[in-house]
C-alpha cells in the first residue's frame, strides 16, 4: 500500500469537505440574515431572471448574449451593494461591534425588571390612547439618534415613560432611547424607513421604528395613538397588533435568552419565533396612523 498516495488523497478529501462546510455555513448565514427583507424578493427575482436567459442562451446557442452573462457578473456584485446596502452595512456594523448584545443588564434580576417596566408603561400608553416610540440600544451605538434629542440620562420608569409621551408636553412627538437601563434621550428623530412593501397605512412614528431597526441592530416599541394597537420592529420587521404576553416573549428572547443563547451558539429561536408572527400578526383594527 502507497501510504504517502493515501495520505495525499484523505487530505484532498479533507480539503473539499472544508471547502463544502464552509460555503454551506456562508450561503445558510446569509439566507437566514437577509429572510423576511426585501432582499428576500429581489434576490428570487433576480435568480429567476438570469437562470432563464442563461438556459436560453445556451439552448439556442447563443454565444453572444452568454458572453454578456459572464460579463455581466462584475456589475451584478456592485449592484447588489446598492441594492442591500441597508442590510450590508447592518451587518458590517455588527460584525465590527465590540459591545454585548444588550447594554440594560447588570444581573438578570434587572433584566427583568426593565421587562416589566417596559411593559407596565407601554400598555398604560396603549390604554389610554397615547402614542409612543421606545428603541431599546442593543449591539449597534445609537449615539448619532440621540443627540438629535435631549438628553435625560435618567433611570428608566415607567412613570417617566409615561409622562414623556404624554399629549401636549415638548417632547412626546420624538422617540425615547434606552440604554443600561437608562433613558439616554426622548424627542429624537429616527430615520424613515424607504422600504416600498410596507403597509400604506404605516404613519411616520411606525416608519421611523422600521428605519431606526434598518440602520442598527435595536429593538423598538410603537404605540399607535389612534388604534392603542403595540407593535414591534427589529432588523426592518415589523409585527404589529400584538398583546402583553407577546411582547414580553420577544422582550425576553431578544433582551435576554439571545445574550445567553449566543454564548452557546444558539442565536436561531428568537430569530424563527419573530418570523413566525410576522405570518400569524394580526392587523384588525389598524387604520392610517399619525405621529
Same mark, same amino acid.
Given at each position: 500500500?502507497?501510504?504517502?498516495?493515501? #495520505? *495525499?488523497?484523505?487530505?484532498?478529501?479533507?480539503?473539499?469537505?472544508?471547502?463544502?462546510?464552509?460555503?454551506?455555513?456562508?450561503?445558510?448565514?446569509?439566507?437566514? #440574515?437577509?429572510?423576511?427583507?426585501?432582499?428576500?424578493?429581489?434576490?428570487?427575482?433576480?435568480?429567476?431572471?438570469?437562470?432563464?436567459?442563461?438556459?436560453?442562451?445556451?439552448?439556442?446557442?447563443?454565444?453572444?448574449?452568454?458572453? !454578456?452573462?459572464? $460579463?455581466?457578473?462584475?456589475?451584478?456584485?456592485?449592484?447588489?451593494? !446598492?441594492?442591500?446596502?441597508?442590510?450590508?452595512?447592518?451587518?458590517?456594523?455588527?460584525?465590527?461591534?465590540?459591545?454585548?448584545?444588550?447594554?440594560?443588564?447588570?444581573?438578570?434580576?434587572?433584566?427583568?425588571?426593565?421587562?416589566?417596566?417596559?411593559?407596565? %408603561?407601554? #400598555?398604560?400608553?396603549?390604554?389610554?390612547?397615547?402614542? %409612543?416610540?421606545?428603541?431599546?440600544?442593543?449591539? !449597534?451605538?445609537?449615539? %448619532?439618534?440621540?443627540?438629535?434629542?435631549?438628553?435625560?440620562?435618567?433611570?428608566?420608569?415607567? $412613570?417617566?415613560?409615561?409622562?414623556?409621551?404624554?399629549?401636549?408636553?415638548?417632547?412626546?412627538?420624538?422617540?425615547?432611547?434606552?440604554?443600561? =437601563?437608562?433613558?439616554?434621550?426622548?424627542?429624537?428623530?429616527?430615520?424613515?424607513?424607504?422600504?416600498?412593501?410596507?403597509?400604506?397605512?404605516?404613519?411616520?412614528?411606525?416608519?421611523?421604528?422600521?428605519?431606526?431597526?434598518?440602520?442598527?441592530?435595536?429593538?423598538?416599541?410603537?404605540?399607535?395613538?389612534?388604534? =392603542?394597537?403595540?407593535?414591534? %420592529?427589529?432588523?426592518?420587521?415589523? !409585527?404589529?397588533?400584538?398583546?402583553?404576553?407577546?411582547?414580553?416573549?420577544?422582550?425576553?428572547?431578544?433582551?435576554?435568552?439571545?445574550?445567553?443563547? $449566543?454564548?452557546?451558539?444558539?442565536?436561531?429561536?428568537?430569530?424563527?419565533?419573530?418570523?413566525?408572527?410576522?405570518?400569524? *400578526?394580526?392587523?384588525?383594527?389598524?387604520?392610517?396612523?399619525?405621529?
Amino acid at each position: 500500500m502507497n501510504f504517502p498516495s493515501v #495520505f *495525499q488523497e484523505l487530505t484532498e478529501y479533507l480539503r473539499i469537505g472544508c471547502e463544502i462546510g464552509i460555503l454551506t455555513f456562508l450561503i445558510y448565514s446569509l439566507l437566514l #440574515f437577509v429572510r423576511g427583507t426585501r432582499a428576500v424578493t429581489i434576490l428570487v427575482g433576480i435568480t429567476i431572471v438570469m437562470m432563464a436567459v442563461g438556459l436560453l442562451s445556451r439552448g439556442l446557442g447563443l454565444e453572444v448574449l452568454d458572453w !454578456i452573462l459572464v $460579463k455581466m457578473w462584475a456589475l451584478m456584485a456592485l449592484g447588489a451593494l !446598492i441594492v442591500f446596502q441597508p442590510e450590508i452595512r447592518r451587518a458590517l456594523a455588527e460584525l465590527g461591534s465590540q459591545q454585548t448584545r444588550l447594554r440594560l443588564y447588570g444581573a438578570p434580576k434587572r433584566e427583568k425588571e426593565v421587562i416589566n417596566i417596559l411593559l407596565e %408603561a407601554t #400598555f398604560f400608553l396603549a390604554d389610554h390612547r397615547i402614542g %409612543a416610540l421606545v428603541a431599546i440600544e442593543q449591539n !449597534i451605538g445609537t449615539r %448619532a439618534y440621540a443627540e438629535t434629542g435631549t438628553p435625560i440620562n435618567a433611570p428608566v420608569s415607567a $412613570k417617566l415613560l409615561s409622562t414623556l409621551f404624554f399629549p401636549s408636553t415638548p417632547l412626546h412627538d420624538g422617540g425615547v432611547i434606552i440604554r443600561n =437601563g437608562r433613558i439616554i434621550a426622548a424627542g429624537c428623530i429616527f430615520p424613515l424607513a424607504q422600504n416600498p412593501d410596507l403597509n400604506s397605512s404605516l404613519g411616520t412614528r411606525h416608519r421611523a421604528a422600521v428605519g431606526l431597526t434598518e440602520e442598527t441592530d435595536a429593538l423598538a416599541i410603537i404605540v399607535s395613538e389612534e388604534s =392603542g394597537a403595540v407593535s414591534l %420592529a427589529h432588523r426592518g420587521r415589523l !409585527i404589529r397588533g400584538i398583546n402583553r404576553a407577546r411582547l414580553a416573549r420577544h422582550l425576553t428572547n431578544y433582551l435576554v435568552k439571545r445574550r445567553l443563547n $449566543k454564548s452557546r451558539g444558539l442565536i436561531r429561536r428568537p430569530i424563527t419565533e419573530l418570523n413566525s408572527d410576522l405570518q400569524e *400578526q394580526s392587523t384588525v383594527g389598524e387604520g392610517p396612523i399619525a405621529l
